[in-house]
């Protein structure tokens, strides 16, 4: 399957971004979704995930309350909502598919290209 992460950009402090993450190839519904971010100078590091059906979701400490993972399988899509951003959240956010859901990247067979996000003070 191939990912195309999208919806980026820059953002104040306190406000809000969507980003998308497009799925082709093969059935995007057989798969879990995980979104990652690195930031400059760190590893990349877990932000959420949604299991193949959207009932069951996973989210990092650092972003739960703020963040919201959904998918709409029949536009073979996730969505990855940012409310109340932080400049700590700025980073280069990947979306990942997988057989499973999990917090580590190692179950996930497949990558996005990376889409920048950047919060200002």
């Known amino acids: 399957v191939q990912l195309q992460a999208s919806g980026g950009g820059l953002v104040h402090t306190g406000g809000s971004l969507r980003l998308s993450c497009a799925a082709s190839?093969?059935?995007?519904?057989?798969?879990?979704v995980g979104w990652f971010r690195q930031a400059p100078g760190k590893e990349r590091e877990f932000v959420a995930t949604?299991?193949?059906?959207?009932?069951?979701?996973d989210y990092a400490d650092s972003v739960w309350g703020r963040f919201t993972i959904s998918r709409d399988n029949a536009k073979n899509t996730a969505y990855l909502q940012m409310n109340s951003l932080k400049p700590e959240d700025t980073a280069v956010y990947y979306c990942?598919?997988?057989?499973?859901?999990?917090?580590?990247?190692?179950?996930?067979?497949?990558w996005g290209q990376g889409t920048l996000v950047t919060v200002s003070s």
């Open positions: 990942a598919a997988g057989p499973s859901s999990s917090r580590n990247s190692g179950p996930y067979d497949y």
């Open positions: 190839g093969r059935t995007f519904r057989n798969f879990a």
């Open positions: 949604i299991n193949w059906s959207g009932y069951v979701t």
